[in-house]
């Protein structure tokens, strides 16, 4: 059994009828323009986001979500696995157990960190369990580093704090653990503010507004990105590479909020203003944003994806070498981009190839992605016979199979 995201949007259309609703009253009571309240009844555009479908349920008064999605409300949002690090990463993360007697080596500490970020950055069949077994021992240490910090020790630290929360709002968000990396974003805000390091905050405002994005909060997410532009703007003239990378990045997931809220206009000038900087940084991957021309083309794609532009993203997908990324994070992203495009016209065999990329490079990503898993089980719902031998492993490895 899978969720049909093109019959959602029909089960919209059908339901908004029965109300007696129009397209633009419906997309008042939701919080969506009218072109994207469109395109999602017409299959242009999918709700993969569940807080997004619960909107719609509440809308339409539909009390049971089966009606919307076509299965139990139990399987949603999709069943994933939830990782076993999980529990000990929610710990560290609320202790506040009296301070330890033991001194910190924060330079070792340092280390440690970068060394987790850079696990987490590279290929691996093992990277989310990597990552998820150091996190709380990091976190641990770091949290009783700052409160025995001396005053020269304590601003080192507190940046060191902000970039380890950072790494784990993005290991969270990934294994679906949503509240929790919005916890770890908060603090890497809160820690990058008490430094009094502006790069840095920026950084952090980029990874909070990551994970409201995934909350489907597009609106926060632009406001979030849009007064850390603001802020840092000033302060580019004197600045360095590294803020210039931010600021970039900033305009980047700014253009991705923009096309989420159907402004293609702003999408388009967000992703302009953040081509003309990469232009002049190069390929970067400061404070791990991985900042560059290679990701501005990666986010022209995804920006049309979520337009429901699905020919453009395709057109500008097949023309990026996208293994000039710096981190694999980045180039799953665009092959999950890729394969969905490829699924939304039904060029299933290209869409398994991408998928097939996915699983080279991290196959614990097909356990945890939820748009992953629901675009697998698209495919498996209409596979033909020539198709199953490549798709079958893929199943196998997400537990979608038995």
């Known amino acids: 059994m899978h969720v049909d995201e093109w019959a959602i949007g029909q089960r919209i259309a059908s339901y908004r009828a029965r109300r007696g609703l129009t397209q633009a009253e419906l997309a008042g009571l939701v919080g969506l323009s009218v072109s994207m309240v469109k395109k999602i009844e017409s299959g242009d555009r999918l709700v993969t986001r569940f807080s997004q479908l619960v909107l719609f349920a509440q809308a339409l008064r539909v009390k049971d979500l089966r009606e919307l999605t076509g299965v139990p409300l139990p399987l949603m949002p999709d069943g994933r696995l939830g990782h076993p690090a999980v529990d000990a990463v929610h710990r560290a993360l609320m202790d506040r157990s009296p301070n330890r007697a033991d001194a910190v080596d924060l330079d070792g500490l340092d280390h440690r960190v970068e060394y987790a970020w850079q696990v987490w950055q590279e290929p691996s069949a093992f990277r989310y369990d990597a990552v998820g077994q150091q996190l709380p021992d990091l976190i641990g240490e770091m949290q009783h580093a700052i409160r025995v910090a001396e005053p020269d020790q304590r601003r080192p630290a507190l940046c060191m704090a902000s970039k380890l929360y950072q790494l784990t709002r993005t290991w969270t968000k990934r294994v679906g653990e949503y509240e929790l990396s919005l916890v770890a974003a908060d603090r890497a805000v809160s820690c990058a503010l008490e430094a009094d390091d502006p790069d840095l905050a920026a950084a952090a405002a980029w990874n909070l507004a990551m994970i409201l994005s995934a909350q489907g909060k597009t609106q926060q997410a632009i406001d979030v990105v849009r007064r850390a532009i603001a802020e840092l703007k000033p302060r580019l003239a004197d600045g360095t590479a590294a803020r210039l990378a931010v600021y970039g990045g900033l ?26 900087v990469a232009d002049t940084t190069g ?93 697998l089980r698209q495919l498996q719902g209409r596979a033909k016979p020539a198709l199953s031998a490549d798709l079958r492993p893929l199943l196998d490895a997400a537990g979608l199979t038995g």
């Not at 809220?261 to 203003?273: Q, T």
């Not at 180039?331 to 991408?354: P, S």
């Open 251 to 276: 305009h980047l997931v700014g253009a991705t909020e923009a096309a989420r809220d159907d402004n293609a206009s702003e999408a388009r000038r967000m992703l302009d203003i953040a081509a003309r």
């Open 283 to 375: 390929e970067t991957n400061h404070f791990r944003m991985v900042f560059g021309p290679t990701n501005v083309a990666l986010h022209r794609v995804s920006t049309a994806a979520e337009l429901g532009r699905t020919g453009e993203a395709l057109d500008i997908a097949e023309r990026i070498a996208v293994h000039r990324a710096a981190a694999v994070e980045r180039r799953l992203t665009f092959h999950l981009d890729a394969a969905r495009c490829y699924a939304r016209r039904r060029d299933d065999v290209a869409a398994v190839h991408m998928i097939q990329r996915v699983y080279g490079e991290s196959p614990e990503e097909l356990r945890y992605s939820r748009p992953l898993r629901e675009t």
